[in-house]
C-alpha cells in the first residue's frame, strides 16, 4: 500500500517536469507512505513517477519504488496489492523471467512486458498502477475492477498528472480547480462524492475496472476491462462450496510480509472473516473493536460480543474506547485527512487509528458483505417499492409538483418524488440511497451550477446501465449498492480512512473471484448460511442479535445536537457542515 505521483508531458511543446512539483504531489501524502519514498525522472525531463512506501510485502529496500524492469526501460509506480502474485510468479519464472526481488512489483513488470494491457485479466487484487513504456512512447494507468484503490488525473492539453489522492493533484502546478457542477451537485444528492467526478472540473477519477494510455496526442479514454453487470450474471463454471470460497478469498487476502489483523465487530462478515482466519492463525491473529462511551452496558455495545468471540477463537483482542470529547479533539485532523468531502468514514478512521496504536499495518473489513448478501433493508424494500409503485407511475412529476412544496412538513422530502422515481429500479435506489432529492439541489447550490450537474450526472437514468442483463432483483440491488454506495463511499472513505493512519484495509468479499465462486450460493439465507463458513460457525448470539452497526454514536455526534444554527443539525447538516470545509462560505 502506498502513495503515487507522477506526469507525462506528452504534447511536443510541454515544458519540463519540475522536481519541486512532483514532491510537493508526492509528499502531500506522506501518512499512505511513512517508510520511504522514491522519485525517479525520465532523460528527457518528460516523465516523473514518485512513490510513498508503506512496505507490506518484500521490506527490502531493493523492491522500492519507483521500480524498473531489468534488462529494460520499463518502469512502474504501483499502489496496492496483488494478491495471486505468487502464482503469477511461478508461472512466468517457469516462462523464463528471472526476479530480483519478491514483491508483487516486480511480477507487474514482467506481466507487462510478456502479455502488455491484457496482464489485468490475469490480476486478482487491489491496485493503481502507471507503467511508462519508452518503446511506445507512452503511459500505461490502471485500477482495479471494483475501485478499491483510487487513481485521479488532470490534463492540461499539454501534460497529464496523476496521484493517488485529489489533494495530491492541488498540490501540483496550477491545477484547473474552477468547480465541477456534477461533483458539487453529487456530493449534495449521495452525501459523497460520484466518480470520476471531483470537486474540480481539472480533475478526474479513472473509472473503477479501466485502464487508459497517454501517448503523444494525449490521453485516449478510459476502456473498461471489468463489468460488473456482467460478472453478476457470470457465475464460475465450477463453484467451491461457500466455505471454501471464503476460505480462499481470506488467505489470499493474509498474504504478507507483516502481521495482518481484522476489524472486529458484533457483525456476521467481520466475525466470519476473523473466525476463518483464526482457523489458521489462531494465537497469532489481533482483532480490534472500537467501543463508545455513549453505548457502555447498554445493547447497543457491540465491544461484549466481539471479546466473547475473540477469546473463544483465540485471537489477540484490543478493544479502545472513544467519546464524543475525542471526536471534537479529532475533528481537523479528520478534516485535513478527508480527500473528497463525504458524510461518512467517520468510524474507520477510528478504528484504523486504533488498529495502527496496536502496532498493526493491514486489517481486513468486512466491507462488501452486506451488499453481496443482501444485509441491506433495501433489498427488500427496493423490489417491493417497484412492484407496488409501477401502476401509479402515471402520476409521477405531477404528484411531485403539487406536495413537493409542503410534504416535507411532514415527513421526509422523498415521498414528494415516490410515483415519479419508485417505479424503476434505479428510481426506487435513488429514493432509498439519496441524501437530498434531486429538486432540493438549486436550494444548495447556485441554481445555474446545480441545473448543470444534475443534468451532468443524468440521475437515475445513469443508473440503469447493464441492468437489464442482471437475473435477478436481488442481484440488480446488489449492482446498484456495489456500483454506487460502496464503490463511490465505503470503499473511497476506507481508502482515506485507513491511510491517514498508516493503515491498509484489505476488503475480502470485495473481490471478482470470490464473486464469481459464490453467485450459485446467493439464492440460500445470506447471512446465515455466510455465518455458517467458520468451524464452528458462528454462535446464535451473534447469528440472532439485531443488525446495529458501530456508527451510531458517531452519527449522534455528527449530527450536530447542539448545534446553533438549526440548517447544520442532523445528517444533512452534517453534510453543509463538510461541504463548508472543502468550499468556506
Sequence with gaps: MCGIAGAFAYAAGAPKLREGELRAMRDAMAARGPDGTGEWFSADGRVAFGHRRLSIIDLRSVADQPMRLAGTDIRIVFNGEIFNYRELREGLAAAGARFETSSDTEVLLHLY???????LARLRGM??????????NAL????????????????????????????????ADSPDTRPDPAGHAGFFLWGHVPDPHTLYRGI??????????????????????????????????????????????????????????VFLSAGIDSTTLAGIAAETN??????????????????????????????????????HWIGREEFAAERTALFAAMDQPTVDGINTYFVARAARRTGL???????????????????????????????????????????????????????????????????????????????????????????????????????????????????????????????????????????????????????????????PSLGEPGKRALAATPVPPLPPELT???????????????????????ALRGLRGWSRQVYRAFVPA
Design 544 to 566: 440472532e442479535r439485531p443488525k446495529t452497526g458501530f456508527v451510531v454514536p458517531v452519527r449522534e455526534w455528527l449530527m450536530g445536537e447542539a448545534h446553533p444554527d438549526a
Design 204 to 261: 478526474r477519477a479513472l473509472p473503477a475496472g479501466s485502464a487508459m494510455w497517454i501517448g503523444a496526442e494525449g490521453a485516449d479514454a478510459p476502456r473498461p476491462f471489468f463489468d460488473l453487470c456482467s460478472a453478476l450474471a457470470s457465475p464460475a463454471a465450477s463453484a467451491p462450496t461457500l466455505r471454501e470460497a471464503v476460505r480462499d478469498t481470506v488467505a489470499h487476502h493474509m498474504i504478507a510480509d507483516v502481521p495482518v489483523g
Design 361 to 519: 499495518k493491514v486489517a481486513l473489513s468486512g466491507l462488501g458483505g452486506d451488499e453481496i448478501f443482501a444485509g441491506y433493508p433495501g433489498f427488500a424494500q427496493i423490489p417491493k417499492l417497484v412492484r407496488r409503485t409501477k401502476p401509479f407511475a402515471f402520476l409521477g412529476s405531477a404528484f411531485r409538483a403539487a406536495t413537493q412544496g409542503w410534504i416535507g412538513s411532514l415527513t421526509s422530502p422523498k415521498y414528494a418524488g415516490l410515483f415519479e422515481y419508485g417505479a424503476t429500479f434505479p428510481g426506487a435506489y435513488l429514493l432509498r440511497r439519496a441524501l437530498h432529492m434531486p429538486w432540493e439541489i438549486a436550494g444548495l447550490l447556485p441554481r445555474a451550477m446545480a441545473e448543470e450537474g444534475l443534468a451532468t450526472l443524468g440521475y437515475p437514468d445513469a443508473l440503469d446501465r447493464g441492468l437489464a442483463g442482471v437475473p435477478s432483483d436481488r442481484l440488480k440491488v446488489s449492482a446498484l449498492e456495489i456500483a454506487n454506495y460502496m464503490r463511490d463511499r465505503l470503499l473511497r472513505d476506507a481508502d482515506w480512512a485507513g491511510m491517514a493512519h498508516s493503515i491498509e484495509i484489505r476488503v475480502p468479499f470485495v473481490d471478482p473471484v470470490f464473486l464469481a465462486n459464490v453467485l
Design 113 to 119: 512486458a510478456r502479455e502488455g494491457e491484457g496482464m
Design 282 to 319: 489462531a494465537g497469532q491473529l489481533d482483532t480490534v473493536t472500537l467501543g463508545f462511551d455513549a453505548f457502555r452496558g447498554t445493547g447497543n455495545d457491540e465491544t461484549a460480543p466481539a471479546e466473547a468471540f475473540a477469546k473463544a477463537r483465540g485471537t489477540r483482542q484490543h478493544t
Design 140 to 171: 500505461f494507468l490502471a485500477r482495479d475492477p471494483f475501485g478499491i484503490k483510487p487513481l485521479y488525473f488532470s490534463d492540461d492539453g499539454r501534460t497529464l498528472r496523476f496521484a493517488s489522492q485529489v489533494k495530491a493533484l492541488l498540490a
Design 127 to 136: 491496485y493503481a498502477l502507471a507503467i511508462h513504456d519508452p518503446s511506445r
